[in-house]
C-alpha cells in the first residue's frame, strides 16, 4: 500500500517558539493532503485541507496565522505552528489521498507536540 | 454536509466476546465507507473498506456491510482478543473526509 511518512514523530518545545512538522507521500503523488488534531480521548478534528499549489482551506476556528500549512510539492505538505503555546500541546496527524477524494486515505504517523 | 454518527464509547469487553460498533452517515452521492483502528500510541491505520452498496469489507476478523437502505456500515467481530483494544473510526469519503467520533474498545482477558 501507499506510504505516509510523518516527521517528526515527537517534539518538545519551548513557548514561543515554532515547530514544523513535515508530511511525505513517498510512492505516490498526493494532491490533497489533510491535517487533523487530536485532543486526548477525542476525535480527529479535521484543521485543514491542503492542495498543491495553492492555499490551504482551513477548517472554522482554526487559525491560519497559528498554524501555517504549506503543500510545496505533490508529495510534501507542511505544518507549522507558530508561536506554539502549552494549549497548542496535542497529536497531529497528517493523510494524503492518491487521486479522487472518494478513496482510500492514507496517514502518517503523526507527531506528538509538548509546549513547555 | 456528509457526516459520520458512531456508537459512543467506551466499551469493555471480555476475550471471545461479540463486539458491535455501530455507524451510521449521512452523504450525498455514492460514499465509500472505511474503518480506522488506532493502537494505543500510534497513528490510525485503515481496517477496512466498501467502495459501494453490499460491499462486505473483512480484516483481522473484523466485518462491515454497506448498507444504503439503512446508510450504515457497523463494524462487528466474533471473538475479540486484548490486542484488540483500541479506538476505532468510523469514516467516510465522497467529496470530502468525514469521521465519526471514535469508540474505545477495551478488551479484559
Known amino acids: 500500500g501507499a506510504v505516509v511518512s510523518q516527521h517528526p514523530s515527537r517534539v518538545i518545545c519551548k513557548s514561543g517558539t515554532s515547530v514544523k512538522i513535515e508530511c511525505r507521500s513517498l510512492d505516490f503523488q498526493a494532491t490533497t493532503m489533510f491535517w487533523y488534531r487530536q485532543f486526548p480521548k477525542q476525535s480527529l478534528m479535521l484543521m485543514a485541507t491542503s492542495n498543491e499549489g495553492s492555499k490551504a482551506t482551513y477548517e472554522q476556528g482554526v487559525e491560519k496565522d497559528k498554524f501555517l500549512i504549506n503543500h510545496a510539492s505533490l508529495t510534501l505538505s507542511t505544518l507549522t505552528v507558530t508561536s506554539a503555546h502549552p494549549e497548542d500541546s496535542s497529536f497531529y496527524i497528517c493523510?494524503?489521498?492518491?487521486?479522487?477524494?472518494?478513496?482510500?486515505?492514507?496517514f502518517g504517523q503523526g507527531t506528538r507536540l509538548t509546549v513547555v | 454536509g456528509d457526516s459520520v454518527t458512531q456508537m459512543e464509547g467506551p466499551v469493555t469487553l471480555s476475550e471471545e466476546a461479540f463486539l458491535t460498533i455501530n455507524c451510521t452517515y449521512t452523504?450525498?452521492?455514492?460514499?465509500?465507507l472505511f474503518w480506522y483502528v488506532q493502537y494505543p500510541g500510534e497513528g490510525l491505520q485503515l481496517l477496512l473498506k466498501?467502495?459501494?452498496?453490499?460491499d462486505k469489507g473483512s480484516n483481522k476478523g473484523f466485518e462491515a456491510t454497506y448498507r444504503k437502505e439503512t446508510t450504515s456500515f457497523h463494524l462487528e467481530k466474533g471473538s475479540v482478543q486484548v490486542s484488540d483494544s483500541a479506538v476505532y473510526f468510523c469514516a467516510l469519503s465522497s467529496t470530502e473526509l468525514s469521521f465519526g467520533a471514535g469508540t474505545t474498545v477495551t478488551v479484559r482477558a
Open positions: 452523504a450525498t452521492g455514492y460514499p465509500s
Open positions: 493523510s494524503a489521498v492518491k487521486g479522487q477524494i472518494n478513496t482510500e486515505a492514507f
Open positions: 466498501a467502495t459501494k452498496a453490499d
